[in-house]
């Protein structure tokens, strides 16, 4: 039987780690299990460690880390993986692991592979230039197939602006 799914992860902010939903009792349990882990970045002596992200403030560099596990019995095919980038935050371009990402604007929603660029004029001529860390809204990966006990992990960074972070929830479809 061929399934498909889209995970999405909404984060709460740098204040907080996101788990799944919670679901009801009568309601099966999905196969593909995905947790979230906000981790500070700490810079010492050109050695990076990681610490809680209880209390960030701005300048702080965040690294959102989701893991997906397929807890079924079969393997699941064509899974997606969405981290957006939080309200308050700044995407820090080219620290999507892995690497092979597509990303979105709040301008084009539309899903293309990063680092995003666009077009501009120039005195007339067309140039090509790419779009601000600032606008980024959202990154995607595509999982494919994550087999029955298999984990897949992706993780992005981000720079803390300021103390107004968007709270959502996670959701798969």
């Given at each position: 039987?061929?399934?498909?799914?889209?995970?999405?992860?909404?984060?709460?902010?740098?204040f907080?780690?996101?788990?799944?939903?919670?679901?009801?009792q009568?309601?099966?349990?999905?196969?593909?299990?995905?947790?979230?882990?906000?981790?500070?970045?700490?810079?010492t002596?050109?050695?990076?460690?990681?610490?809680?992200?209880?209390?960030?403030?701005?300048?702080?560099?965040?690294?959102?880390?989701?893991?997906?596990?397929?807890?079924?019995?079969?393997?699941?095919?064509?899974?997606?993986?969405?981290?957006?980038i939080?309200?308050?935050?700044?995407?820090?371009?080219?620290?999507?692991?892995?690497s092979?990402?597509?990303?979105?604007?709040?301008?084009?929603?539309?899903y293309?592979p990063a680092?995003?660029?666009?077009?501009?004029?120039?005195?007339?001529?067309?140039?090509?230039v790419?779009v601000?860390a600032?606008?980024?809204?959202?990154?995607?990966?595509d999982?494919?197939?994550?087999?029955?006990?298999?984990?897949?992990?992706?993780?992005?960074?981000?720079?803390?602006?300021?103390?107004?972070?968007e709270?959502?929830?996670?959701?798969?479809q």
């Open positions: 039987m061929k399934k498909k799914f889209l995970a999405t992860l909404c984060v709460v902010g740098a907080g780690v996101l788990c799944t939903p919670a679901r009801a009568s309601e099966p349990q999905h196969p593909l299990q995905v947790s979230l882990a906000a981790q500070k970045i700490e810079v002596n050109g050695k990076e460690t990681f610490k809680d992200a209880g209390r960030v403030k701005p300048g702080d560099v965040i690294e959102y880390r989701s893991v997906y596990v397929n807890r079924g019995k079969e393997s699941l095919k064509g899974v997606s993986g969405t981290l957006p939080p309200t308050g935050t700044e995407y820090i371009i080219e620290s999507a692991n892995p092979n990402v597509n990303a979105n604007t709040v301008a084009n929603p539309a293309a680092p995003l660029t666009r077009t501009i004029s120039v005195n007339g001529a067309a140039r090509t790419r601000p600032s606008e980024y809204k959202s990154l995607r990966w999982l494919g197939e994550i087999r029955a006990g298999e984990r897949r992990a992706v993780s992005l960074r981000v720079r803390v602006l300021s103390n107004q972070f709270k959502a929830t996670p959701t798969k």
